[in-house]
């Protein structure tokens, strides 16, 4: 197996980075509150359904190729990782099939061996989301179709054409479009807005019960109207 992880669209083999040891496997804690009430004995909880941040640990090691030692190699890695803004997409060889958005703030510390060889061990601040690259996709959906989730509840991606009004009902929500652009319009469940382009069409929509979410289990799609197509980008996830 190869040993390697990518990080805001670079690999750790650009600067002759390898992992040395197989990494854990960290699933992010539980947002969860409790309460002492007076008089009763254990404690009531409040669970959001929400999760905290995890961190994802590399042990790696560098070998500088010719004309290079460990402190310039070094330099050049720690201008790749921290010169990186906000969240980024983390990937590696382990775990080929979801990627994580993270973020690298250091610090940076690598032992040096001989000037040619280092060690160091990378933390990254992640996301609690480990995203299904298959979730990624976008998939034609036929009037009807049935989409079936086996992870979390995941906020889809929604890309609609056809024209004058129409009607989309996702498993118990439903949006009702006054207008349907030619260029189609998309509708974002997290961001929780609707556009075509870089134009705002939020006035164009109404979702008076909140919008789908893609719950576990079974989901049904449906849509009348004007409605010609249906794109959804499901967005699957887990822990």
Not at 32 to 56: A, C, H, K, M
Not at 204 to 210: E, K, M, S, W
Request: glycine share 10%; aromatic share 12%.
């Amino acid at each position: 197996m190869r040993s390697e992880f990518a990080f805001a669209g670079h690999s750790c083999k650009e600067f002759f980075l390898t992992i040395e040891y197989f990494p854990g496997y960290s699933a992010a804690r539980k947002k969860v509150e409790t309460y002492s009430v007076p008089g009763r004995s254990g404690q009531l909880i409040f669970d959001s359904g929400e999760y905290e941040n995890v961190t994802q640990e590399y042990e790696v090691w560098m070998k500088a190729p010719d004309g290079h030692n460990t402190h310039n190699l070094s330099r050049k890695i720690a201008n790749w990782l921290l010169g990186a803004s906000g969240y980024q997409r983390l990937e590696d060889t382990y775990d080929p099939d979801v990627f994580r958005l993270a973020r690298f703030e250091g610090p940076m510390d690598v032992e040096n061996w001989m000037g040619r060889y280092g060690r160091a061990t990378l933390e990254f601040d992640c996301q609690p989301q480990r995203w299904l690259k298959s979730g990624q996709k976008s998939v034609d959906i036929e009037n009807g179709q049935t989409l079936y989730n086996i992870w979390r509840p995941a906020l889809p991606i929604i890309k609609i054409t056809g024209s004058g009004t129409g009607t989309l009902e996702v498993g118990e929500k439903t949006i009702g479009i006054s207008s349907i652009p030619s260029t189609g319009i998309t509708i974002d469940c997290e961001t929780q807005n609707a556009y075509s382009g870089n134009i705002n069409r939020n006035s164009l929509i109404t979702v008076p019960g909140g919008f789908p979410v893609l719950q576990p289990g079974k989901t049904t799609v449906e849509y009348s109207g004007g409605i010609r197509s249906v794109k959804i980008t499901p967005r699957w996830w887990c822990v």
